[in-house]
Every structure is written in structure tokens, then in C-alpha cells.
């Protein structure tokens, strides 16, 4: 069934249809006006799925998305269009274009965290770069997964964009297939079984990963707006974000400010009961909740600490100080525990910072330009912000994207576009105008031909 799914994909997409860029800008109206009239669905899904707010569900989704189709209809006669280059000399007299054609045939596997804008956003990428597309999305999120299925069969023929429900055996059996474009967002140890699966094949990916996002705090930063900010950061979904803040490095002098103000902001935010707040999110499913419990054990919680597993529900947690040994110092956290550990001096910060793998984003809270220059200049990571947290992830003009083990690739904007088409690179030679100096026998041409290279 899969397999026919992919061939009829492959045919239509031999047809031609999907290269008119006004057939792609059709389909993307009528998928916007669809996805307006089910935003009330698409919100409920959301609760169901994990009591996800209403607010968060339009902040971090659906008006993501519709910003995401906004723009690629504004632009996307531009980008479809062969960009004129600066044509070499060498090759005078030519016209120099690059032509974006679409991969083809591509897989998109997403996550269940942002279940609907992280399938989404691919999606119209691909769609607008002219690809037919398979959409697998997550099985964490069944409200959300069938609500997609529903919109996106509404909307296109399945030969153009069919999405393909199902857990671990659906998607090995999908990564089987040989496609033009992979597209995987999820963790690190699933994008490398993708990575194997697309290198049986050549095909080219995106590995949209995660990792231990560091939050460095230093003795200049104002601790009441920094708490604030990490608060909403760390404890937006959960904590259930690729880019939250994963643990907190701070100057020691402030330590005990930032705990004062954490505990403020998070009442503020959630009330004394977060488990009563209409705006706090629950854990994905038990297994999360488990592997989340087993990092409290034997930790100081300062903040929170307590938890329901009927509920899937775990409050805001600050823990003070633990050892990188502890289980919730091993993997990134994933969940609404936020790790505190103090430092004195900055040559500390390499030892915890250098011991993992290069992160999917960063973070810097410090009044001091040279500090946060010096941060950036030094620790490989794949996006951040100085003095905030995660709206690095909202500008469609920046790249966004992991580095080493946080990811392969980037998308957002632009790039997206880019990123499911193929640059094609075409020299158009004039023939009036035929130069001998290339062409055998060379005979005394070298020095001359020297003497014009250092010229180009
Ligand atoms: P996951 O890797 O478990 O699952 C992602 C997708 O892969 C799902 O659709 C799932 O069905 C599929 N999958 C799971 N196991 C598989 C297997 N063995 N073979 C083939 N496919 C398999 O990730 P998740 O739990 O859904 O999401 C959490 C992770 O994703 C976190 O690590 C987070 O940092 C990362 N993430 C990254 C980004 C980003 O943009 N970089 C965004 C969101 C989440």
C-alpha cells in the first residue's frame, strides 16, 4: 500500500501539474482556507492530544503556519523564478542562471511536540517547491494526526499530498522507499536511523534534531526580566520544545535572586497550583513521564517537584545544583525541569558546555557585549538569542536549524523553499563570439592564459 502510494507520487509528479507555479499557489489558497475554517479543530485537537492552551496553540501553530502560507504566496513567484547570476569571464559571452526544479518525490516525518506547525511548515515548502509529498506524522498525537490526515485529503489528490498515519513499523516501512528529499524532525537517535535509511539510497535530508540547550546567566543580567523570560521559554509546552532552555549556568552571586524570582514568575504565570492553570501543558504520553520522574529522584528541587502520573502532569521544577553524572545532566530533559548549576569563574563554563554534543540552540542573559561576542564566537550551536529565550525560532529570515549532533540543514523562510528544491546551475553560451585561447594546441598559450587568470 505504501509503495503504490509512493509510485502513483512519482507518475503524477512526471506529469508536470506541480511545476506550474500557479497550480502550487492554488493548492496553498486552498489549503489556507481550509486550515482557517478547522483552526477551532485543529485547537481542540491540540487540548486533547496534551492539554495544550489555546494561546500556545495559536502563538507556536496555527498562526505559524498561516504566516508560513502568507508569506510563501507573497514570495513565491519570485523564488520559482531562474536567478540571473554574474557570469565568469572565462566563459564570455554567456548568461549564467540558477533554476530551482523540484526534488520530486519527498518524505516528511514529524514530531509530535509542535505536532501540527512542525508537519505543516515542511509541507508547504515542499508543496511550493513544486514536489509531491508524503506526510508522516506522529503517532504521540492522534487528535492532531487524524485532523491532518482529514485537511490534507480535503484538500489535495492523494497522488499530490497524502498523509500517512502510523507509529515506528509505518515509518521504517515509508524510510524503505527511495525518495528525492527526506525531511526528519525528531531526535537524534531516530534522524540517525534516517540518515541510514536515505544513505541506502543517496537521498538527500534535512535532520531537524535536538540536544542540551545551554542558558548561560552572568552577574550582569537583570535577574527579575531574565527569570521572566526563562520561565516563559522553559515552561511553554511543558517544556516539551526542541529549543527551551535545557539547563541554566549562573554567575554564583546571583543564584539565589534568580530561585526568588523563578518562584514568583512561575505562580505568576501558572498560580501556586500549575495543575489547575489552563495554561500549563501536560507530558506527552507515561513513558515521558517516567523517564522525566526518574530525573527528580534524589535531586534538591527548589522549585516544584511535584507530580501526578495519572494526571501526566509534573510542575514547574527547578533543581539546584546536580552533578553531571545525574540522569537529569545526561540527555536533554525535554520536559519542565530546569537544572541549575553555578559557576564562578567563565574558564568553567567549557568543561559542561564542551562535554556535549554541539546544541541545537543557546542562550546568553548578560549586559556585557564582549561576554556574549566571546560565547558566540567560541561554542558551536545552531541558533540562539542574547537576553531572551526561543524567539530566534520566529524570524523567517534567519536559518533554523541544528549543527553536528542537533541537526543537519536548515529551514524557515527562504530557505524552506530552497531547501526542497534543487539549485540547478545553467550556462547559456552565445555563439557569435568563439575565443581560441581554451582549445588544443595550446603551444605557446600558457603564459598568456597564466597572466589572464591572475586578472579574474
Ligand atoms: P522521535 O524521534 O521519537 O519521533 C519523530 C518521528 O519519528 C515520529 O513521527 C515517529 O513516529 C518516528 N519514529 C520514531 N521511532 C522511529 C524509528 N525507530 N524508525 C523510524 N521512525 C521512527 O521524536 P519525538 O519524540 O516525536 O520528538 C522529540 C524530539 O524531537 C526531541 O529530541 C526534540 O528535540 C526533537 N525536535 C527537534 C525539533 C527541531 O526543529 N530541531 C523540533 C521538535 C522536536
Known sequence: MISNSVQSQKSYFLSGETKSVSFRK???????????QREDAIISALKKDFNKPAFE????????????????????????????????????????????????????IAPWNYPYQLAMAPLIAAIAAGNTAVLKPS???PNTSALLNEIVSKVFKPEHVVVIEGGVDVSEELLAQRWD????????????????AAAHHLTPTTLELGGKNPCIIDETAPIALTAKRIVWG????????????DY??????????????????????????PQASHDYARIINAKNFERLNTMLKNENCVIGGITSSEALYISPTIIDEPTLGSEVMKDEIFGPILPVISYTKTSELDAIILSYDKPLSLYVFTKNTAFYKEIIAKYSFGGGVINDT????????????????????????????????HQKAIVKKSNWLDLPLRYAPYNNKLSFIKRILKWL
Open 248 to 273: 541554566v549556568l549562573i554567575h554564583h552571586s546571583k543564584k539565589e535572586a534568580f530561585y526568588t524570582a523563578l518562584k514568583a514568575e512561575i505562580q505568576k504565570a501558572y498560580s501556586k497550583n
Open 139 to 141: 503517532e504521540l498525537t
Open 234 to 245: 522553559k515552561f511553554l509546552n511543558a517544556g516539551q520544545t526542541c529549543i527551551a532552555p
Open 57 to 108: 496553540s495559536v502563538l507556536s501553530e496555527t498562526a505559524v503556519v498561516i504566516s508560513e502560507i502568507d508569506m510563501t504566496l507573497k514570495k513565491l513567484s519570485g523564488w520559482a523564478k531562474p536567478e540571473r547570476v554574474f557570469p565568469s569571464l572565462l566563459n564570455f559571452p554567456s548568461t549564467d542562471k540558477i533554476y530551482s526544479e523540484p526534488y520530486g518525490t519527498v518524505l516528511i
Open 26 to 36: 492554488e493548492k496553498l489558497k486552498a489549503l489556507k482556507t481550509t486550515l482557517i
Open 390 to 421: 526561543i524567539i530566534h525560532f520566529i524570524n523567517h529570515r534567519l536559518p533554523f536549524g541544528g549543527v553536528g549532533n542537533s541537526g543537519i540543514g536548515a529551514y524557515h523562510g527562504k530557505l524552506s523553499f530552497d531547501t526542497f528544491s
Open 181 to 196: 528529499y527526506i525531511f526528519f524532525t525528531g531526535s537524534v537517535n531516530v534522524g540517525k536511523i534516517v540518515a541510514k
